[in-house]
């Protein structure tokens, strides 16, 4: 029996050969150089507390019981102050690699329902769409209204359904946990099983190739940062997604898609936010590093479904809001800059009398950033990728 | 061919794979889709009284909160609880009916009409009622009449709030004149497009907008649960595909039943819904004489779906190989877990046993049950569901997770008999008699092409 196997594993060994499980996946050339991340926060982050309004006379006397708990902000522009616990970021803020804009949100109002408002973000459409059609994700449209595009130049990445990304333009996707990690000899005999189902044979084909994915220089720092991260699992996930964009954006991907999530801070927001917020800060840095030089051509825009109540709940979190914040990153970014008109935080200022009141659709800021990166025309932008979307002045956010 | 690889196909396509149970002929469909199969009993679901009586205590709880009442308070958050644990009843149902259920063919159908009348959960409060869906408007009617399980559909909540119902108001109504609102299409424009006509039918905008007046003031609540509001409803007559449907004045209920009667008989339907069968349970393209066979059938019961689903299983492309459909995630862990003998109380007795064997390999996969992507439901191509990742995640469950259901995993070579029979090629049997273990053995027939199709 065993020498029967040896000798079917060579022979098997031999027809692997002919067929080998590592093929390299096809890369070919895209449209544009410039890179594009979108990180879709999940949960509705609190723009109150990552960017905190401490020159709004109105700020310290709503937020005073977590800023008593996290500690003072650090520094931005004078106005704002950004949550201590994304310190990791200050370089790059003060290298003008770091942006936000606030006071932005949605569309949607008022019901305040996760998914709803997630969907909505995702399909970047307005509510109520006019006829409810708007199945597809605005990055897939993106992809539908750019010439030249190919199957790897967007990447959804994780185990998310990211509907941002779905529809008619072919996109990747992968998620890096999803590793193959069989025996070799359940490799060889899956060959074998698969040999006559092309469907099969080529896709177990790249998922070997992607799940083998190794940084591409190991005597680079960019390389040895990517292999340093892509094999992170379990709660750390998001780091393992953000070194797995980072290598694919390197090479010829332009646009890459994932979340993080964890937002939703209902009841003590200091604790509930540590871990978050310290893996939102370490996915940017991820990039960053894992980009190397493809760093100072990339812009990275991590949105929410909507913002958080301005008052503290009576269990130092947050409820369900409106207006939120949106961060902005990458070398291509005319960052050290807070964007957007504040409305205030006075109560007859606020939206329903308890949300930060949005004075900017979140949509215009990633449509200039498209416009920016892209060269998209603006007809498209607004008639296609946002539907009905009036994307007003240019923010100037994209160098 | 032989009978027994007809069997083996029928058993694999109509059902969740081979076994004593196996769905393999016309009878068997009056059978399974008719007569009682005691999941009702065995895995009960939530009733929509229930649902809504937690709705009702929780508005009531949420009004008490407001006033600063912190019982109030604490019991609005109790109800929301309630709301949620009905939704998990549900969803934990659905699994272990289509684990346990003695008639797979009719858990098949449910599945089937389901997804063709797709839905989208969210952690909301209608989610409480996603039994009643399952297994109330779709599975009290998969052995009855196409324009009953079309009617209530359009009554229920879960319906009627997925596709923007809720917020569609007849322009020249009562309410559209006083708030200056007016349509949402949404509805209206899918129930043409995709639960009935199909689109390349022949009908406008015009019949889409037409449907739309038609259906405005179709609403729910939690105090009424469905109810049709006359002062939501545009002034008729409409006029849908060249017939009218009421009068001057108000709408009422009973015209949009009219017109979802007709629609549930046009020959367009026919012909959409004989495809789409086709197309699901036997393969694409879809063979054009099995269409045309269904369609008939469809037209002369009046879409009496026994008779369509008999006809299914009556003909001969229905059990004409090659496999070539790939099971959706949903189904391919059911038919392993049958296959390997676990039922429901195998499966309950594993820590999180639902959530780390079923449920997270089912959205590695790609598929997150009754979070439809779209309102068309779930893809039927075999490439969308064959991606690296999803092929890995099955290929990871298919090797790792037997081991974790099962004490004794079979012998890898009885095993491949008795899941696949005739269907198992040479070339798998072949490489499960050279396994090196039992765990890799069965992971081979499991991940298997031979196996994943259908």
Not at chain 1, 97 to 109: D, E
Not at chain 1, 306 to 321: I, M, Q
Not at chain 1, 371 to 377: A, V
């Amino acid at each position: 029996m065993a020498s029967t196997r040896r000798a079917f594993l060579k022979s098997v060994a031999c027809s692997a050969a002919a067929h080998p499980w590592m093929t390299s996946v096809s890369l070919a050339a895209a449209p544009w150089d410039a890179r594009l991340v979108v990180i879709v926060l999940r949960g509705a982050m609190d723009g109150l507390d990552i960017v905190r309004p401490v020159g709004d006379p109105a700020y310290a006397g709503l937020r005073a019981g977590l800023i008593d708990r996290t500690g003072p902000g650090l520094p931005l522009d004078g106005y704002f102050e950004l949550h201590p616990y994304l310190s990791d970021l200050m370089p790059l803020w003060r290298a003008g690699q770091l942006g936000f804009a606030h006071a932005v949100s949605t569309p949607y109002r008022d019901k305040r329902s996760h998914f709803d408002g997630q969907d909505l973000l995702e399909a970047g459409s307005a509510e109520p769409a006019p006829d409810g059609r708007v199945r597809d994700g605005w990055l897939n449209r993106l992809l539908q209204v750019s010439a030249g595009t190919e199957g790897e130049t967007a990447y959804a990445i994780g185990r998310d359904q990211l509907r941002i990304l779905r529809g008619s333009a072919e996109v990747a996707q992968w998620s890096p946990d999803a590793a193959l990690d069989v025996s070799a000899q359940s490799r060889l005999l899956l060959e074998h099983v698969y040999h006559d189902d092309p469907l099969f044979r080529d896709t177990a084909d790249q998922a070997i190739a992607l799940a083998e994915l190794a940084a591409t220089d190991m005597d680079s720092a960019r390389g040895r940062a990517v292999a340093a991260r892509l094999g992170e699992t379990g709660a750390r996930r998001v780091q393992g997604l953000a070194a797995f964009a980072a290598e694919r954006l390197y090479g010829d991907t332009r646009i890459a898609s994932f979340s993080v999530p964890g937002w939703d801070s209902h009841r003590n927001q200091d604790r509930a936010l540590v871990g978050t917020l310290g893996r939102l800060a370490d996915v940017i840095l991820v990039l960053r590093d894992g980009l190397g030089p493809v760093w100072d051509k990339t812009c990275v825009l991590a949105m929410t479904e909507f913002g958080r109540t301005v008052a503290l709940n009576g269990s130092f979190g947050t409820d369900h809001g409106t207006g939120g914040a949106m961060l902005l990153a990458g070398g291509a970014v005319r960052g050290g800059r807070v964007l957007g008109d504040w409305p205030g935080l006075d109560e007859a200022a606020l939206y329903d009398r308890r949300d930060l009141m949005p004075t900017r659709d979140v949509r215009a800021h990633a449509a200039w950033a498209m416009r920016g990166l892209f060269g998209i025309e603006r007809s498209a932008l607004e008639r296609t990728v946002f539907p009905g979307l009036d994307m007003g002045a240019d923010p100037g956010a994209i160098l | 061919m032989t009978p027994e690889l007809k069997t083996s196909i029928a058993a694999i396509r109509f059902g969740y794979g081979l076994g004593p149970d196996a769905p393999s002929a016309p009878e068997i469909a009056l059978a399974q889709l008719t007569a009682p199969d005691g999941m009702d009993d065995a895995h009960p679901v939530p009733r929509m009284d229930l649902a809504l009586d937690q709705m009702n205590a929780l508005i009531r709880a949420r009004k008490g909160a407001k006033k600063g009442d912190a019982a109030a308070e604490e019991s609005a958050k109790e109800h929301e609880r309630a709301l949620k644990r009905l939704g998990r009843q549900a969803r934990t149902a659905i699994i272990l009916r289509a684990l346990d259920t003695p008639h797979p063919l009719r858990e098949r159908m449910i599945h089937f009409w389901a997804d063709h009348f797709a839905i989208r959960i969210g952690n909301g409060n209608l989610t409480s009622t996603l039994g009643d869906y399952v297994y109330g408007a779709i599975g009290r009617n998969v052995g009855g009449r196409f324009a009953d399980m079309l009617k209530v559909v359009a009554r229920h909540p879960l319906m009627l709030s997925y596709l923007d119902q809720v917020s569609s108001v007849g322009p020249n109504s009562p309410v559209g004149q006083k708030r200056g609102v007016g349509l949402n299409e949404n509805y209206a424009r899918e129930l043409l497009e995709l639960h009935t006509l199909g689109v390349d039918a022949a009908y406008t905008q015009r019949d889409v907008r037409q449907m739309a007046e038609l259906l405005a003031g179709m609403r729910f609540s939690p105090a009424k649960g469905f109810f049709y509001d006359p002062r939501l409803s545009e002034p008729g007559p409409e006029t849908v595909l060249g017939r009218s449907y009421g009068a001057a004045g108000p709408g009422k209920l009973a015209e949009v039943d009219a017109a979802l009667e007709d629609l549930a008989i046009a020959p367009d339907t026919a012909r959409h819904m004989a495809r789409k069968l086709a197309v699901h349970f036997v393969g694409a393209p879809a063979d054009p004489d099995l269409v045309a066979h269904l369609a008939g059938i469809w037209m002369r019961s009046g879409g009496d779906l026994l008779a369509v689903t008999a006809g299914l299983l009556d003909h001969p492309a229905a059990v004409a190989p090659p496999v070539g459909k790939v099971k959706p995630p949903f189904d391919y862990i059911i038919s392993a877990l049958r296959g390997l003998g676990v039922g429901s109380d195998r499966l309950l007795a594993i820590k999180n046993g639902l959530s780390r064997v079923v449920e997270r390999p089912m959205s590695g996969m790609g598929q997150v049950p009754f979070r439809a992507v779209s309102p068309a439901g779930l893809p039927e191509d075999p490439a969308a569901w064959i991606t690296p990742q999803g092929l890995a995640t099955r290929i990871r469950w298919a090797m790792a997770q037997p081991g974790q259901v099962l004490d004794a995993l079979p012998d890898p070579r009885d095993f491949v008999g008795r899941v696949l029979g005739p269907i198992a090629d040479d070339r798998l049997v072949w490489a499960v008699s050279a396994a090196e273990t039992r765990a890799q053995g069965v992971g081979l027939v499991l991940a298997s092409p031979a196996f994943i199709r259908r």
